[in-house]
């Protein structure tokens, strides 16, 4: 099933927020492969966060990942009305496959 | 620049079958994993089949196991999905994705719609 994620979360311009996504011992909790991935309406997936805490070029240093035991979480700081979009986080799994998080639309007050 | 273009997405009735292709660009395409993920109207991302680079080991969730089929023509550098006995919860855009060290998603397509009605 899939990793489960808040449907929905919101913040001011300027504050942090933070996004959980719990899986189990057999996907994010046994291996350090969580990514996480921002989505605008009517566009394709964008990776963000990669192997739990790094970021790929050209992303903003205001997105931020980590991980506790079977828990990713992404933080978002000094949040902007460009952050607004859907985030899902994904882990590869011990049955060779891959999982994605239910999503979590963040809105932007 | 990395490049990933789908094709062949449109309408099927229940029952039918669709081939999807996506074209890839700007990387070694023989050197890295592939994977398809769709997202159905309204809905999160599901993953739904991969394979490897070079062996063509595929894997595939049990939502389209023996009924779907991902395969790849390295010398064409195009990444196929096959979709047979095709049901109304099929209807997603389905987007071509490359993997990189068999763990994350770094590059997508634009994606391809397939609509299963009748």
């Known amino acids: 099933s899939a990793l489960t994620q808040p449907a929905s979360v919101s913040g001011s311009p300027g504050q942090s927020i933070t996004i959980s996504c719990t899986g189990t011992s057999s996907d994010i909790g046994i291996y350090n492969y969580g990514s996480w991935y921002q989505q605008h309406p009517g566009k394709a997936p964008k990776l963000i966060i990669y192997?739990?805490?790094n970021r790929p070029p050209g992303v903003s240093y205001r997105f931020s990942g980590s991980k506790s035991g079977s828990t990713a979480s992404l933080t978002i700081s000094g949040l902007q009305a460009e952050d607004e979009a859907d985030y899902y986080c994904?882990?590869?799994?011990?049955?060779?496959?891959?999982?994605f998080g239910g999503g979590t639309k963040l809105t932007v007050l | 620049e990395v490049q990933l273009l789908e094709s062949g997405g449109g309408f099927v009735q229940p029952g039918g079958s669709l081939r999807l292709s996506c074209a890839a660009s700007?990387?070694?395409?023989?050197?890295?994993?592939m994977s398809w993920v769709r997202q159905a109207p309204g809905k999160g991302l599901e993953w739904v089949s991969g394979i490897s680079g070079s062996d063509m080991n595929t894997y595939d969730a049990d939502s389209v196991k023996g009924r779907f089929t991902i395969s790849r023509d390295n010398s064409k550098n195009t990444l196929y999905l096959l979709m047979n006995s095709l049901r109304v919860e099929d209807t997603a855009v389905y987007y071509c994705?490359?993997?990189?060290?068999?763990?994350?998603?770094?590059?997508w397509g634009q994606g391809t719609l397939v609509t299963v009605s009748s």
């Open positions: 994904s882990s590869y799994t011990t049955s060779s496959t891959w999982l």
């Open positions: 994705a490359k993997v990189e060290s068999w763990n994350y998603f770094d590059y």
């Open positions: 192997d739990v805490s």
């Open positions: 700007g990387f070694t395409f023989s050197s890295y994993a």
